[in-house]
């Protein structure tokens, strides 16, 4: 796919999906690679359950374009007789560190359960209930998972756009609902932070302020365009303007409103249009 932001067509990642649910009860774990970072992913049932999950190993290899992280290799822990997965510890070599000591020195940076995540067993359910927590970037335990997802590569702070698409990439693995998912959790974050939330109100609420303060603006405008004979900027647009409204003020005043209800309408789109294009990048 472009830019390698998908690893299936949607057509057959819906079918994998379904392939997934189906076997969900004798799958006993999924394991990816390709990514160079280190994450994981739950699978939902159509009524909303989690049922299946993936683990996402980084890689041995570091990647050098926009980001990068540390070589990693991953050790999982298993019931020999079910296979059920009962941990891993993950490794990692500290590339600063081995160019100055000119030694690979390999070192273990956290296991699943134990101590890093607190997690109770290793299931769909307990992988669930670690991801609801990610969409707070003060949350203890995502400042954890983003500082292992490079693999303690030198990273920037992961808030807004960035901590939604680890989130969503974690929760919504079908594309549509990926995409969904981005789009109402920028609108519920903007509406909690109040930024961009003044530019996202509504049109119907920004059309009916901007009618409310249309009279007393237009009144400043007529006493500005007539209170001195010293001719200004854009005089003669107003001076026509000032007439008219002299003659047929109430024409005017919804002639005036409606065309700032327009802008206001204008500036609302522009804003909506421009939260969804920075929220169109993929993990």
């Known amino acids: 796919m472009p ?17 997934v649910k189906r076997y969900s009860s004798i799958i006993q774990g999924q394991f990816f690679g390709h990514l160079h970072s280190d994450s994981f992913r739950v699978v939902y049932n159509e009524v909303g359950k ?3 999950w ?3 190993a980084p890689s041995i290899s570091p990647r050098r374009s926009s980001e990068s992280n540390n070589p990693a290799m991953r050790l999982y822990k298993f019931d020999t007789d079910t296979g059920q997965v009962l941990d891993y510890t993950q490794y990692y070599l500290d590339l600063e560190q081995a160019n100055k000591l000119e030694e690979a020195v390999w070192q273990p940076e956290y296991n699943l359960t134990t101590y890093y995540y607190g997690l109770s067993e290793v299931s769909s359910l307990a992988l669930h209930n670690l991801a609801d927590r990610f969409n ?3 949350d203890a335990q995502f400042m954890k998972y983003y500082r292992a997802n490079s693999v303690r590569h030198a990273t920037s702070t992961c808030e807004g756009v960035c901590l939604l698409n680890h989130y969503c990439a974690i929760t919504r693995l079908d594309y549509r609902e990926f995409r ?11 509406s909690k932070n109040g930024s961009p939330g003044a530019l996202l109100t509504s049109t119907p609420v920004f059309g009916r302020l901007l009618m409310a303060l249309t009279p007393a603006l237009l009144t400043l405008l007529l006493a500005w365009g007539s209170s001195s004979s010293t001719p200004r900027l854009g005089e003669h647009v107003w001076s026509g303007m000032s007439h008219s409204c002299r003659s047929l003020a109430a024409a005017c005043w919804l002639t005036v409103a409606s065309h700032m209800v327009a802008i206001g309408h204008t500036v609302t789109m522009a804003s909506v249009w421009a939260v969804g294009r920075s929220t169109a990048v993929l993990v």
Do not use: Q, W
């Not at 830019?3 to 392939?19: A, D, I, P, Q």
């Open 136 to 138: 707070n970037a003060d």
């Open 54 to 56: 993936m683990m996402i």
């Open 180 to 190: 969904s998912c981005l789009e109402t959790a920028a609108k519920a974050m903007a």
């Open 3 to 19: 830019f390698g932001h998908s690893s299936f067509t949607e057509k057959n990642n819906v079918r994998y999906l379904r392939l």
């Open 50 to 52: 989690p049922v299946s």
